[in-house]
């Protein structure tokens, strides 16, 4: 029973952390309608900066300055925040899916510093001893991750207080405006690229941060964690939950993880050891197959918005085989 | 430094170029970034691999022909895995693109695009498992042609294949009615439509040519390196980048590009380090972002 609640504590904590990824891509994607395929790169630049803000020193790599938790997570979500300002201020001019190619190089070029930037990252090894929150509990699992949970619980809360709040506010009105109708809300005198690099660099943050909690959560990360997967995985939580419903990011991370981490204790039950590694692709055909197939049949999602409109900076042309195969 | 570079840069260049054919072409007609292209690539690697053993199952060893490292069935086997790449494309045009095109929703295009290409190398990955696998495992002499570079028989046969195939679509493109068609519709689709350009048959062939191009480069890599699920994938960056440096829309363009991020990688890995290769395309794309978006070739969007 005691084991069954910790382990229960474990999973909604990771789901979560997982949430408040969502939570920063609903606001890039779900308000704003910016398309970010990188993600696992942002949630990453947390990860390492929060990781190398608060460990204790290393000699083998840069730093380990040994400040507290909190300040980790205040350093991950200005240099998270920082790097996604900066890819949007390099293609929020450009055409919507520049920003969707120049996310996917992103997180390909963060991977490459963390496998090879060794003095900065401990390369493929990664980076141990991240200091835990309650870390003195770590003798008492139970308490250990109820408390952990209970930190994340409400980290997730306030950035989903805060997002609500921020999307009713002027500031989101004119995110939505611009999503639905570009033209109108820059007719009203409204920037549309600045207001999209903050959305863009709000996101980020929140990603950084989701990242560093989870850094402190494990103690240990390591490159791997932040291969293209993630980013697929967090997409579909969204698409699932509802793009642009903030309760729908969070339902549908916890809905998603929970599918995913069930599916994974299956295939380690049904298949033999040495065929882990093939089950584990067959459970990404599957939610692959469900993302494509949930696009295609209820593209909003548990709780989305109503439908939107393309995002397009220059005058929407009509795609080419509009008619379908039928024509 | 040595002037290897360049040959080694000459080969990546002719993959990358290959693949961002097909790249430029669905952007520019079908105007979305298709992030499974990469995965065609590998699935039309394991169909050519695939009959080329079912080949040698069925006639024995076949001697390769004379200094290359392989024989007849291989060069079958590329044209049925061509053929097979381009049926892949066709229908997840059908069962996926089209319908969700329909919708008019231009970047839920892409999202599905990403999904799909997850999910097809998974599907590699599960069919055929993560460990890489070869056409052909002799070793060839490299020739020494002067000022410190070597070559293979088989890199020559290659860059001369990739020079013919660039020829042909560049003809196609510019000389027949279909690649006229083409570009029309990729410069504005809806005058395309009033003068009566049948849409579905030209996203048919962008479709085709796309797909059995990104076979060859995908079989390409497979004889020069190696093969593997994630071979097309990590092509993704790469390709995006030289379709935008050459232009959206530009076959030339795609190609120049190709090339030229092939050399910068090659020269990247003389002097840095074979590690930081993948970060040459990214740079380039950052650059051409900030200082010509249009890219070499593009035309600005009417």
């Known amino acids: 029973m005691i084991d069954l609640i910790g382990y229960g504590a474990f999973f909604l904590t990771t789901a979560l952390i997982f949430s408040l990824v969502t939570l920063g891509l609903n606001l890039q994607w779900g308000l704003t309608g910016l398309f970010n395929v ?58 919507s899916d520049y920003l969707a190619i120049t996310t996917f190089g992103v997180a390909v070029v963060v991977q490459l510093v963390a496998l090879n930037a060794q003095k900065l990252t401990g390369g493929p090894f990664g980076i141990g001893f991240i200091p835990r929150p309650f870390g003195s509990l770590a003798e008492k699992p139970l308490l250990f991750n109820l408390s952990n ?93 509802g793009s642009g419903s903030n309760l729908g990011a969070v339902i549908g991370s916890i809905l998603v993880w929970g599918i995913w981490a069930g599916s994974g204790t299956l295939t380690s039950v049904l298949f033999a050891p040495e065929q882990q590694a093939r089950a584990a692709s067959l459970q990404i055909v599957a939610i692959g197959v469900m993302l494509c197939i949930i696009l295609l049949i209820r593209p909003n999602g548990l709780f989305g918005d109503r439908l939107r409109r393309p995002r397009s900076g220059k005058p929407a042309k009509v795609p080419a085989g509009e008619s379908g195969s039928g024509s | 430094m040595s002037l290897q570079f360049v040959i080694d840069g000459l080969l990546t260049g002719s993959m990358i170029g290959l693949g961002a054919i097909g790249v430029t072409l669905t952007y520019s007609i079908l105007r979305f970034s298709n992030f499974a292209h990469g995965d065609f690539m590998a699935w039309g690697t394991y169909a050519t691999l695939a009959v080329v053993s079912a080949i040698g199952a069925t006639f024995g060893k076949v001697a390769p022909i004379a200094p290359l490292s392989f024989g007849w069935p291989l060069l079958v ?28 929703q231009a970047i839920i295009v892409v999202m599905a695009s990403f999904g799909a290409s997850m999910a097809l190398r998974s599907l590699l990955e599960f069919t055929f498992t993560s460990r890489p696998t070869y056409f052909s495992r002799a070793i060839q002499i490299a020739m020494p042609v002067g000022f410190g570079i070597r070559i293979t028989p088989d890199q020559i046969a290659l860059l001369l294949l990739t020079a013919v195939l660039v020829l042909g679509v560049h003809l196609l493109m510019t000389r027949t009615q279909t690649g006229r068609a083409m570009q029309a519709l990729s410069q504005n689709a809806a005058l395309a439509r009033i003068v009566g350009i049948d849409v579905a048959s030209v996203v048919r062939v962008t479709w085709i040519i796309g797909g059995a191009l990104a076979c060859v480069a995908g079989v390409m890599i497979g004889i020069l390196v190696q093969i593997r699920p994630f071979m097309g994938f990590d092509m993704l960056l790469p390709m995006f980048a030289a379709a935008i440096l050459g232009g959206i829309g530009s076959i030339p363009g795609a190609v120049l590009g190709g090339l030229i991020i092939g050399l910068a990688e090659a020269g990247a890995v003389q002097l840095i380090g074979a590690e930081w290769r993948a970060a040459v395309s990214f740079i380039i794309l950052m650059a051409v972002l900030f200082v010509r978006p249009i890219g070499l070739f593009g035309v600005r969007e009417r």
């Open chain 1, 38 to 95: 990188g993600l696992a790169g942002f949630v990453a630049i947390g990860a390492y900066t929060s990781a190398l803000l608060t460990t204790p020193d290393d000699a083998a790599r840069l730093g380990g300055f040994g400040l507290p938790i909190l300040v980790g997570w205040l350093g991950a979500m200005i240099v998270g925040g920082i790097a996604a300002a900066l890819t949007g201020m390099a293609t929020l001019r450009l055409r």
């Open chain 1, 149 to 241: 949970l209970a930190v994340v619980a409400a980290v997730t809360l306030v950035a989903y207080l805060a997002l609500e709040h921020l999307s009713r506010s002027p500031w989101g009105r004119v995110l939505k405006a611009l999503r639905e109708d570009e033209r109108a809300a820059i007719s009203l005198g409204k920037s549309a690229r600045f207001y999209r690099v903050q959305a863009f660099a709000v996101g980020g943050a929140i990603m950084a941060l989701a990242g560093a909690l989870q850094a402190h959560f494990t103690g240990f990360i390591a490159p791997d964690n932040y291969l293209p997967i993630l980013t697929f995985q967090v997409w579909v939580m969204l698409i699932v939950g």
């Open chain 2, 77 to 104: 086997a590329l044209v049925v895995g061509m053929a097979f790449t381009a049926l892949l494309a066709l229908l997840l045009d059908r069962v996926l693109f089209s319908r969700l095109r329909s919708q008019g």
